[in-house]
């Protein structure tokens, strides 16, 4: 069907689920109870690397009200699980590898007696060598996380001849970057109510982003087939990539205590389990090496990438897959080497995180090219216009880029958003003083969806009501970035009825097909588009029906403003509701099943190189900073955003997620950390670790650009994580443009703007002192250099 | 367990009698006693705000608020926006201006913005902005709902 003439794509449709959430009726997963519910609990290691000697559950058992205490051995099926490597423990059995590992679990009739119970739980450990520095852990003669050793991925990519580019180069730079732990601060700490089923096995509602995986390892540990574990979701209140593992731990051990007692059981982590147990953004060191020539070009890259995987492999083999391709950043060379390496610590596990791969590596590709415009006496503008991929160009993975690379033009739009170069110019040369100004400017390119991650294919099911009202149901999840109202919209298009009359059902695992997981920016390019087939199975029918009504052939016919029209001279023959009434007196099909299967990828991993991504997007962001130099404190005072979407399918959407993806990336590039220190958390809270608020945001320019793809839907790309992977490298380049300070490790916070390195005060801060009143922090503040 | 004490207040208009344990919060009261879920628990420490409601007009977090000291009181929850299916300007403003994402935070923000719009007419940005910066957002960069204040004031502003 046309798309240009559909009215419904393309506007900015209100959300189909925002009545209930303004007016509390929305119900997360903390919201659900049944009546004679028990509470569970977990006990969690309070060592990051230590030998369970022993475990003595009795008293707690013996305590009123406790109805269950379950250890490892309680499990009766697969105690691991793991999406890569099958390597996490639902309850650690033998040692503990990060403070989050969890022990055992506690179901009782209130959460006072459950935490009652864990503390009388009586656990004898021995503790372990800590191993928390990732680049220490690819010693041989560092401690082991797990038997297999500590370097579980090597990614490479190799093309040309980087000796022979180094030598054609007239000049070299070097430099090292950093980035930190990064917690999702989801407002919504996890949560799940678990509940007998009618059937045997057990009905799960929670918090969860991809209930398909998580289903798998509760069916796994509970020895059930996977028809007997139902999975629905609940409202969801935020995730960006944080309710995948955590809640699979989560739900299989709600399961366990369903199945041990008999009685529904509902888990929620407060905040601090929640930042103590909970997957965090990889860390990077990343050393680049460039060789380029006097005019700009990059005649060689060498590129070395170590991540903290922390205790467990979670997403990081796929994580530094999406690295290793991006690491060159959209920059034409012909000679590169790329080697991105995984490895485990007692740290926080590391996994998916918005962005996945990306910010880093961005943050480090950002800060290089403003180093070469400098040594080659071009503004940042220029050096990435010489340098950026355009239509035909051929990646890093010899990938040749055949669709609408519109690099210039988000460049070029972001530029003059900002004022550039005539601002950069201006504060360049502008004297000293206390408050300084500068602006600086990154752009990306990003693959869409999996890429050769996976089988990537997803099903919606579009069934129509006999009034003409419409129901979807998808097996991609609405996390609240809106998944579900794009795919009303996009049936709603197909049918030519307004959204109101389409609801979207949360996704239920036994209702729907399998779909692979909602990440990577999928939901609209690979969901909509399954939403979008289903539809028009439908439609065929329906039009059938209503041409035998009109006496006609539905090729005469479409779907308008609620009606079915003669295409010619836009008569209307009947209400959709009529002709779905026929329809169903007819006894025809009124469902239709709809599948998507994203086109081929290819790799090869001994040397890197393929089509790894069907099609890719592409973005740039401009900030504009305030730094007051004598305290390092940076205010970003305006900021543009420019995003090729393909198609937006709902422009409000896509501006929320442009706006939302930019403050993130405005933490990441200025305030967040999540400190570890040898593996043992700093801060449990938003009390100590800070996200922005709305003091800290600046008015955000977004500039939508519409290069329509035919891969997606409408011509509709992705649009949520290439958002947020840019901000932090343009708000450092403006830090550069202000002070002639280059920042090397994120966040750029007061002291490593300041002083160009972080400050550290020793012993335990903040929440670690809830559980240790002994050990106040010495207060006269000695401080001491951040050893990295 | 403690023993409990019997609490007279006014929730969303209506006299509330309730019988509740004195170390309970008020948060507690709302979501575990009295069954109102609306109002988010986020950090149960005051910084992310989820949990804030009216208390005699103006916003409080929950969750620092003990039971007891509601006692005669008027407390304003979500639920309360609302009472007979009619949506209030600012939620109105919120749906329209696209300041709903995820929704975790959007009962405490309408909150936050209920006790601005009621305490000043035509409030400037950098008032919206302060009335709810102890509202914490992870979705949205808080301009759209900045964005929906603005116009819920003014619409407020011109029905006058």
Known sequence: MDAKKNSIIGNSERRVDA??????????????????????????SGHPHARIVSIDVRQAANLDGVAAVLTANDIPGSRVFGIVVKNQEILAGEKVRYMGDGVALVAASSVEIAEAALGIIDVVYEPLPVVSDPEYAMKEEAPRVHPEGNVFVHHKVRKGNIEKGFASADFVIERTFRTQFVEHSAIEPEAVLAEPAEHGGVRITGSIQNLFSSRRSVAAALNLDLNRVQLVQATLGGSFGGKDEVMTSMCCRAALLVRATGRPVKMVNSREESMLESYKRHPYVMHYRWGARKNGAI??????????????????????????????????????????????????????????????????IESMMDELGERVGMNPLEVRLRNCFHRGSVTATGQKLDHEVSLREVLQKAADGIGFPEKWKRFREADGGMHRKGVGLACSYRGVSLGAEGADAAEAVVSVQTDGSVIVSSGVTDMGQGAGTQMSQIVAGVFG????????????????????????????????????????IVRATLLDVAAEMAGTSPRELAMEGGFVVRSADGTRLASFGEVAAECFEKGRPMHGIGWHRSPKTTWDAATGQGDAYFTFVYGANAAEVVVDTETGKVDVVDFVSVHDVGRAINSDAVRGQMIGGVAMGLGYGLLEEFILEEGVPAQLNFDEYLIPTSMDVPPVTTIIVENE???????????????????????????????????????????????????????????????????????SCKIRPEKL | MNPTITLSFTLNGRPQR??????????????EEIGLTGTKRGCDVGECGACTVLLDGRAVNSCLVLAPQVAGREVVTVEGLAPLGTLAPLQEAFIHHGAVQCGFCTPGMLMSAKDLLDHSARPPEREIREAIAGNLCRCTGYQQIVEAIEDAARRTHEAR
Not at chain 1, 345 to 364: E, K
Not at chain 1, 511 to 532: E, M, Q
């Open chain 1, 497 to 536: 009825i307004p959204v109101g009359k389409v609801l979207f059902l949360n996704t239920d695992t036994n209702r729907v097909a399998d779909s692979g997981p909602t990440v990577a920016s999928r939901g609209t390019i690979v969901g909509g588009a399954a939403a979008k087939n289903a539809a028009e």
């Open chain 2, 18 to 31: 309730v019988d509740v344990s004195p170390n309970r919060t008020l948060l507690d009261l709302l979501r």
């Open chain 1, 299 to 364: 005649t060689a890259m060498e590129i070395r990438c170590i991540a903290d995987g922390g205790a467990y492999a979670s997403m990081s083999p796929f994580v530094t897959w999406r690295s290793v391709v991006q690491a060159t950043g959209p920059y034409a060379c012909e000679n590169v080497k790329t080697d991105v390496y995984a490895v485990y610590t007692n740290n926080n596990y590391t996994g998916a995180m918005r962005g996945f791969g990306s910010p880093q590596v961005n943050f480090a």
């Open chain 1, 19 to 44: 009545w209930g959430k303004v007016t509390g009726s929305a119900k997360f997963a903390a919201d659900y109870s049944l009546p004679h519910q028990l509470y569970g609990k977990v006990l969690r």
């Open chain 1, 709 to 779: 793809d035919p891969a997606g839907p409408f011509g509709a790309k992705s649009v949520g994580e290439p958002t947020n992977e840019i901000a932090a490298p343009a708000i450092v380049n403006a830090i550069f443009n202000a002070t002639e300070k280059r920042i090397t490790e994120l966040p750029a916070n007061l002291e490593r703007v300041r002083l160009g390195h972080a400050l550290r005060r020793p012993g335990p801060r903040g929440s670690a002192l809830k559980d240790d009143g002994q050990s106040l922090p010495d207060l």
